[in-house]
């Protein structure tokens, strides 16, 4: 089991930047799929983006590319989500969530109810 907590959250203006981060405690974080979800208010829970073990095996959201990062750091069981060129659209509540079960072979994944490990969430407000 593994405990995770975002950070990073803020009010900002439009095209600003943030970067929020996930920690997580586990002794096998570096095995774990990770991903940020976000929820805006009166909307369904949506994918952001995800990474694998390997750091180059990444997934985008439509509306993020071009724009958003995700990164990990398995020394300090770690992952960011580095948001540049922020949008009122993309005002939400962000979750950090890991595919505890994924192996080498494991795709991406993209859908909320295929993890099982979820943070509190952390606040982005965007200004117009």
């Known amino acids: 089991q593994v405990q995770v907590q975002e950070s990073g959250g803020g009010s900002v203006q439009t095209g600003d930047s943030l970067r929020l981060a996930c920690r997580a405690s586990g002794a096998t974080f570096s095995r774990y799929h990770m991903a940020w979800f976000r929820q805006a208010p009166g909307q369904d829970r949506d994918f952001v983006a995800a990474i694998g073990r390997n750091p180059s095996n990444t997934a985008y959201a439509d509306s993020v590319k071009g724009r958003f990062t995700i990164s990990r750091d398995n020394a300090k069981k770690t992952i960011y989500l580095q948001m540049d060129s922020l949008k009122p659209e993309d005002t939400a509540v962000y979750y950090c969530?890991?595919?505890?079960?994924?192996?080498?072979?494991?795709?991406?994944?993209?859908?909320?109810?295929?993890?099982?490990?979820w943070g509190q969430g952390t606040q982005v407000t965007v200004a117009s």
């Open positions: 969530a890991a595919d505890v079960r994924a192996i080498l072979t494991t795709p991406l994944k993209t859908r909320d109810n295929e993890y099982d490990l």
